[in-house]
């Protein structure tokens, strides 16, 4: 068995109501609170006492991790709370970060700046995932999108993990279908990414099992029935699994090809998951050597997982790539990003060029 490393949030609240539990816990950690959500901000006020507070629309950009730490600067931000989907506590997450760094976003965040370690303790933060998505509230990143270079890049620290996920399936009731699908299928992809990736192990192989289960069998119940508490619960406990499995295992293929496509189109980062997860299972399938844990995933997934992934995104009315503006002319400079992302380097088997391109034609 190879070393590995096990970190996760210091405190994780889950069940049915405890969204009520919210203000005692943010009192442990000031009266300044700084609130980061959606595009419904008014739907917090009655609920939470705060400072000052930040819409995010859409996935988050540097211009508003910048904006959001000199607004926490200027109300002196005891605490940083998200209450929000993925791009939203991805931002508080960042904002907590940067508010107390000695220097700019540009030093610590990768790929488009100089990828430095954080310097300082990030302001106490707590997570409070509206959707059942990316598993943001147990993950140690957050992913920020730059208008400048068109691509989506990490700030990433051991330190960014939340004080507090406080996850509350009640909170998803209201979502959209198409929303509740495409985040369910990509913690779905999630949990199978880091359940075969090369650095998988055995206490991050539990939790993706777990959430594999449950989403099997509550996905597409959550999608026809937003208030099927039942399924809300499993679904919010799958995204979870999957941020803990992530942040300590890795990804694969699917997310290699998503960061590229968040940074180049207007794309929502679950739909492009969810679009390209069946084709990139496909074609590791063709590629792998040991089976073992494919043979696994198959005998939870009716026999035959391409098959059940193929029917599921059908099912679920998942759009195409192209929906998002994606043409044949994009592919090869896609497939030459994706190559490159940090997601792509745990695939459990290395693609080449071509087959990249072949999984985005399928996708497409």
Same mark, same amino acid.
């Given at each position: 068995?190879?070393?590995?490393?096990?970190?996760?949030? %210091?405190?994780? #609240?889950?069940?049915?109501?405890?969204?009520?539990?919210?203000?005692?816990?943010?009192?442990?950690?000031?009266?300044?609170?700084?609130?980061?959500?959606?595009?419904?901000?008014?739907?917090?006020?009655?609920?939470?006492?705060? /400072?000052?507070?930040?819409? !995010?629309?859409?996935?988050?950009?540097?211009?508003?991790?910048?904006? =959001?730490?000199?607004?926490?600067? %200027?109300?002196?931000? @005891? +605490?940083? #709370?998200?209450?929000?989907? =993925?791009?939203?506590?991805?931002?508080?997450?960042?904002?907590?970060?940067?508010?107390?760094?000695?220097? &700019?976003?540009?030093?610590?965040?990768?790929?488009?700046?100089?990828?430095?370690?954080?310097?300082?303790?990030?302001?106490?933060?707590?997570? +409070?995932?509206?959707?059942?998505?990316?598993? *943001?509230?147990?993950?140690?990143?957050?992913?920020?999108?730059?208008?400048?270079?068109?691509?989506?890049?990490?700030?990433?620290?051991?330190?960014?993990?939340?004080?507090?996920?406080?996850?509350?399936?009640?909170?998803?009731?209201?979502?959209?279908? $198409?929303?509740?699908?495409?985040?369910?299928? &990509? /913690?779905?992809?999630?949990?199978?990414?880091?359940?075969?990736?090369?650095?998988?192990?055995?206490?991050?192989?539990?939790?993706?099992?777990? =959430?594999?289960?449950? /989403?099997?069998?509550?996905?597409?119940?959550?999608?026809?029935?937003? $208030?099927?508490?039942?399924?809300?619960?499993?679904?919010?406990?799958?995204?979870?699994?999957?941020?803990?499995?992530?942040?300590?295992a890795g990804l694969g293929a699917v997310h290699?090809?998503?960061?590229?496509?968040?940074?180049?189109?207007?794309?929502?980062?679950?739909? +492009?998951?969810?679009?390209?997860? *069946?084709? +990139?299972?496909?074609?590791?399938?063709?590629?792998?050597?040991?089976?073992?844990?494919? @043979?696994?995933?198959?005998?939870?997934?009716?026999?035959?997982?391409?098959?059940?992934? $193929?029917?599921?995104?059908?099912?679920?009315?998942?759009?195409?790539?192209?929906?998002?503006?994606?043409?044949?002319?994009?592919?090869?400079? #896609?497939?030459?990003?994706?190559?490159?992302?940090?997601?792509?380097? *745990?695939?459990?088997?290395?693609?080449?060029?071509?087959?990249?391109?072949? !999984?985005?034609?399928?996708?497409?």
């Amino acid at each position: 068995m190879n070393r590995f490393e096990f970190a996760t949030v %210091q405190r994780i #609240i889950f069940g049915r109501g405890v969204m009520r539990e919210l203000p005692a816990l943010v009192a442990e950690f000031g009266r300044r609170v700084l609130l980061i959500t959606g595009s419904r901000p008014a739907q917090w006020e009655t609920r939470l006492s705060y /400072a000052g507070i930040k819409s !995010i629309r859409g996935e988050p950009t540097v211009q508003d991790i910048q904006s =959001g730490v000199e607004l926490a600067k %200027q109300h002196n931000a @005891d +605490v940083i #709370i998200a209450i929000g989907g =993925g791009s939203v506590v991805d931002a508080g997450k960042a904002i907590a970060a940067m508010s107390t760094q000695p220097g &700019d976003l540009m030093r610590y965040i990768e790929v488009i700046g100089e990828g430095k370690p954080l310097e300082a303790a990030p302001l106490p933060f707590i997570a +409070v995932p509206t959707t059942a998505g990316t598993g *943001a509230e147990a993950t140690r990143n957050a992913v920020i999108a730059s208008e400048e270079h068109c691509v989506k890049a990490s700030l990433r620290h051991l330190s960014m993990l939340p004080r507090i996920a406080l996850i509350d399936p009640e909170l998803a009731v209201d979502l959209p279908p $198409h929303v509740t699908a495409a985040s369910g299928m &990509d /913690a779905l992809t999630q949990c199978l990414e880091a359940f075969v990736c090369s650095r998988a192990q055995p206490m991050t192989d539990a939790l993706c099992l777990d =959430g594999i289960q449950r /989403a099997v069998r509550s996905l597409e119940r959550a999608f026809q029935n937003g $208030h099927d508490l039942d399924a809300r619960e499993d679904m919010a406990l799958c995204a979870l699994n999957s941020g803990i499995a992530l942040a300590n295992a890795g990804l694969g293929a699917v997310h290699g090809f998503a960061a590229p496509i968040g940074g180049m189109f207007h794309a929502p980062h679950g739909a +492009v998951c969810a679009a390209l997860l *069946a084709p +990139v299972w496909e074609a590791n399938s063709k590629r792998v050597q040991n089976r073992a844990k494919l @043979d696994q995933v198959d005998s939870m997934l009716g026999g035959d997982a391409i098959a059940w992934l $193929h029917s599921i995104t059908q099912r679920l009315h998942i759009p195409k790539l192209s929906a998002w503006g994606i043409r044949d002319s994009d592919l090869d400079e #896609i497939a030459s990003k994706a190559a490159a992302a940090s997601s792509m380097k *745990a695939n459990l088997v290395s693609l080449m060029h071509d087959e990249l391109v072949e !999984i985005l034609k399928t996708a497409l």
